[in-house]
Nanobody, 116 residues
Framework: QVQLVESGGGLVQAGGSLRLSCAASGSIFSIDAMGWYRQAPGKQRELVATKHNSGITNYADSVKGRFTISRDNAKNTVYLQMNSLKPEDTAVYFC??????????WGQGTQVTVSS
């Protein structure tokens, strides 16, 4: 089992920046990849960015060039630096961890609101 705790959400004006953090605890040795997903009201949860232990990253087309995912393995923490935020980035952002022998784990979510 892995526990994930997100922080860093909030309200920001369009064009602004936020950094989300997600701290992992528990069976962290089982984690192969961590990432961020988001869910806007009335929409399905969608992938934002993922980072594998190998270093390979994957981004949604809508955030490429604006968002950066990073991991601090010493702190068992994954970050999402969000720049040039747009109103359409408004959503609840969820941290995710997966592994070959680990069921997908989710954080509780953190709200990001971008005002126009």
């Amino acid at each position: 089992q892995v526990q994930l705790v997100e922080s860093g959400g909030g309200l920001v004006q369009a064009g602004g920046s936020l950094r989300l953090s997600c701290a992992a605890s528990g069976s962290i040795f089982s984690i192969d990849a961590m990432g961020w997903y988001r869910q806007a009201p009335g929409k399905q949860r969608e992938l934002v960015a993922t980072k594998h232990n190998s270093g390979i990253t994957n981004y949604a087309d809508s955030v490429k060039g604006r968002f950066t995912i990073s991991r601090d393995n010493a702190k068992n923490t994954v970050y999402l630096q969000m720049n040039s935020l747009k109103p359409e980035d408004t959503a609840v952002y969820f941290c995710n961890a997966v592994g070959l022998y680990l069921p997908p784990s989710w954080g509780q979510g953190t709200q990001v609101t971008v005002s126009s």
